[in-house]
Every structure is written in structure tokens, then in C-alpha cells.
């Protein structure tokens, strides 16, 4: 009997292969990268300062959208059970009450590793684990809607995680209207590059309520929708940089913007089985062409000091 009941409580544990698939390694680049632009783009020496740069990283990524992963997975379980069945809380690769175990679990340690940073840097992980936890779970869930819940994880991978890294290489002062300007820019792009992974799962979707953009605008408008909420901003970029005086870096960005476009073309023919493909040769361009325009920012930033 004592050796059934101990098969039984390893069984009931998570498999730790599980978990990392739960908190799904892929996603931490956005908010990673972005963060890293935040922090170029203001232009000021590194010295000093790497290893709270370094922590600003690990938080954006294995810390608070680790812990986003988590939550979104435990509240969506019933329609992965549709969509995709093999992750890892519909499969029972991890059972029980430990995907919200999990999920709360990252969260605190999150908040917790944010200490260091100051209040502004602990303000903005709070924020965005609010934002986190609103986006998938009652009462909020912001996912319901694709226009509002692609916003609210556009405004925190990529706006909220830019702004970031400015702040903490400025201290306590306020930030340069042209930092928060691009980063407002590239969050709403971000946007359209969600809406991306929203055609995999529109049949569950639609089932369970979920009204995603091709679930409410049909798969080939959405796919639309999504390219020149993409395309849109990119431009505004390039002709900030142009009217800054930065042409070689507004014609990187104009021919990054170009190729996407390029491959756009291809994907709204038929979005349903080419969205895949769009977010893993597009997108490249996309955070691409944020790193070009952060570069640009150091001595335009530098200058409005």
C-alpha cells in the first residue's frame, strides 16, 4: 500500500519538462529584446550598471512573461483541450491545481526580483503582471476581445518592456518624448504580430468564446487587419527618423518594412495555414528594424538632453 500511494504522489507531480514547455522559453524574446532597445536607445554608458541590466532582462523574460505563459495556459486549459490538446495542463503532464500553483508561484518571484530595480522598476513588473493576469483571467480577460487583448500584450512585451530599460539607465529622470513615442509606435505594431497566433486556434476559439480577430473579422480580413497594423506604425518610424536627420537608419527600416511587406503578400492569400510561417520570416524584420531605430535614438536622444 505505501508503495502505491508513493507512485501515485509522483505521478500527481509535474513532469519538469512540463513545466518549461508551460512557461514557454520561445515567448521570452519579445519582451527581452525589447527591453534591450529600451536600454540602447537612450544612448548612456553601461558602466556600472550591468548587473541590474542583466536582472531587467531575466525578469522581462524567465520571470514576468514566464509567469504570463503560466496564467494563460491554467485559464485556457478548456480550450487547449480543443486546440491543443498535447500542452501540457490538458494532457496531464501537469495535473491537478499546479498550473495556477505554478502560475502564482512565478508571479511572486517576479515581483520579488523586481526589488532591486527601485519604484519605478518595481511600478513597471507590477503593471505588467496586472496586465498578465487581466488579459487571461476573470473577471478582465482581455483575450475575450482581440482588439483589446492583443493591445494589452503589445503595450507590455514590447511599449512597457522599452520604456523600461530607458527608465533604468535614466534613474529617476523623466524620459525623452521621442523614446516614449517609438515606443508607443512599436506596441502597436505588436498588435498586428499577435494576431498572428490567433489562426491556429479558431475553431476553439470560436467555441468557447473567445472572439479573437479572425474569429470576429473572418480569417483573410484579420489577416489584413494584422499586416497594416504592422506596416502602420514602421512608416511613422521611418519618417520620425528621416525628420531627425537619421536617413541610413530610416532606409534600414524602409527596406526591413519592405521585405515584410513582401511576405504579407504571401501570407493574407491564404493566412490559416501560412501564419506560422509569417510570424517566423516577418517578424525577424519587424524587431529588427527596433533595434536600427534604438541606435538611431542614442544620439538623438543624447542631443535633446
Avoid at 493591445?151 to 521621442?178: C, H, I, K, N
Wanted: aromatic share 12%.
Amino acid at each position: 500500500m505505501g508503495v502505491s500511494n508513493s507512485i501515485q504522489q509522483v505521478a500527481a507531480r509535474p513532469d519538469p519538462r512540463a513545466v518549461l514547455t508551460l512557461l514557454k522559453p520561445v515567448t521570452w524574446f519579445p519582451p527581452m529584446w525589447a527591453f534591450s532597445c529600451g536600454v540602447v536607445s537612450t544612448g548612456l554608458p553601461m558602466t556600472g550598471r550591468w548587473s541590474l541590466l542583466a536582472l531587467g532582462i531575466c525578469i522581462t523574460g524567465p520571470l514576468v512573461c514566464a509567469s504570463s505563459q503560466a496564467v494563460n495556459d491554467w485559464f485556457d486549459r478548456d480550450v487547449d483541450a480543443i486546440n491543443e490538446p498535447n500542452r501540457p495542463i490538458p494532457s496531464g503532464r501537469i495535473p491537478g491545481q499546479w498550473g495556477l500553483a505554478i502560475a502564482i508561484v512565478w508571479t511572486v518571484l517576479s515581483f520579488l526580483a523586481s526589488i532591486p530595480l527601485g519604484m519605478m522598476g518595481m511600478g513597471a513588473v507590477s503593471l505588467a503582471l496586472l496586465f498578465s493576469w487581466g488579459y487571461s483571467a476573470p473577471p478582465f480577460r482581455f483575450k475575450l476581445n482581440g482588439w483589446v487583448g492583443n493591445a494589452a500584450v503589445g503595450f507590455t512585451y514590447e511599449g512597457l518592456a522599452w520604456v523600461t530599460g530607458a527608465a533604468l539607465m535614466f534613474g529617476q529622470a523623466w524620459l525623452p518624448w521621442q523614446i516614449l513615442a517609438i515606443a508607443c509606435l512599436y506596441s502597436v505594431g505588436a498588435h498586428g504580430i499577435l494576431t498572428l497566433n490567433d489562426f491556429k486556434a479558431i475553431e476553439g476559439d470560436r467555441q468557447m468564446g473567445v472572439r479573437s480577430l479572425p474569429v470576429q473579422l473572418g480569417a483573410s480580413r484579420a489577416a489584413w487587419v494584422a499586416s497594416v497594423v504592422m506596416i502602420v506604425p514602421q512608416t511613422v518610424v521611418i519618417s520620425l527618423l528621416a525628420s531627425w536627420d537619421r536617413p541610413w537608419h530610416a532606409l534600414t527600416v524602409a527596406i526591413l518594412t519592405i521585405v515584410q511587406i513582401g511576405i504579407m503578400a504571401w501570407f493574407v492569400k491564404e493566412p490559416k495555414s501560412r501564419a506560422l510561417y509569417q510570424s517566423a520570416f516577418g517578424v525577424p524584420f519587424y524587431v529588427s528594424g527596433m533595434m536600427v531605430t534604438a541606435f538611431a535614438m542614442r544620439s538623438i536622444v543624447g542631443g535633446a538632453l
